[in-house]
């Protein structure tokens, strides 16, 4: 298995299509959480966000195994694009807007990795993960994707403008005011932002 996390998406996507299963999981390993996320943040839902993740990697089998995917060093991207569509068709056909989540929901924080810290610093960063994370759900929905896809998804501005279908500006904009409104929320508590862009 360490021979594939050395492997890019294409070398992996290419064993797949040659019939390796192993590529399309050391892939599905590797972007899940990021995947899944995006998918979470946008639904609010744990079982709908597990739905439209299955969906979403059906509908990538299916194009890989079709000779279809011609996303050459950007599988992530693509990947977030098909599940943002599988979400957009999914209310479509739902007719209705997503829910608002309540604390008891998924925390976007357990997919990140941490070094090894002290019980106590474990513990000060859960709370603080926790209150950053209501503070996060309360930001205008234009502004919270683009906040979850720069730095939850690592995703470029380039990106993210081609997904949510703005200009590079208008996704930049939207990342100056969530962050501004995020300092905004978090004046008068004990946390302390730390996300430039």
Request: proline content about 2%; some cysteine; hydrophobic content about 40%.
């Amino acid at each position: 298995m360490r021979l594939l996390k050395s492997k890019s998406d294409q070398e992996l996507i290419q064993m797949y299509v040659d019939g390796h299963e192993s590529g399309l999981e050391a892939l599905l390993n590797r972007y899940k959480s990021k995947i899944y996320t995006s998918i979470y943040m946008k639904v609010k839902d744990e079982y709908l966000a597990e739905d439209i993740f299955q969906e979403t990697f059906i509908k990538i089998i299916n194009t890989l195994k079709s000779g279809k995917y011609n996303e050459e060093g950007k599988f992530l991207p693509w990947a977030i694009r098909i599940a943002h569509n599988m979400i957009v068709d999914f209310f479509r056909k739902a007719k209705r807007a997503p829910s608002i989540v309540n604390a008891d929901g998924f925390d976007i924080f357990e997919v990140l990795e941490f070094s090894d810290e002290s019980t106590e610093s474990k513990m000060l960063k859960q709370q603080v993960d926790v209150d950053l994370k209501k503070m996060i759900q309360k930001l205008p929905d234009d502004q919270k994707e683009v906040l979850i896809m720069r730095h939850f998804c690592d995703m470029s501005f380039k990106d993210i403008a081609e997904i949510t279908e703005v200009s590079i500006n208008t996704a930049l904009g939207r990342m100056r005011y969530a962050l501004s409104n995020l300092r905004k929320m978090i004046e008068g508590t004990d946390l302390t932002l730390q996300m430039g862009y």
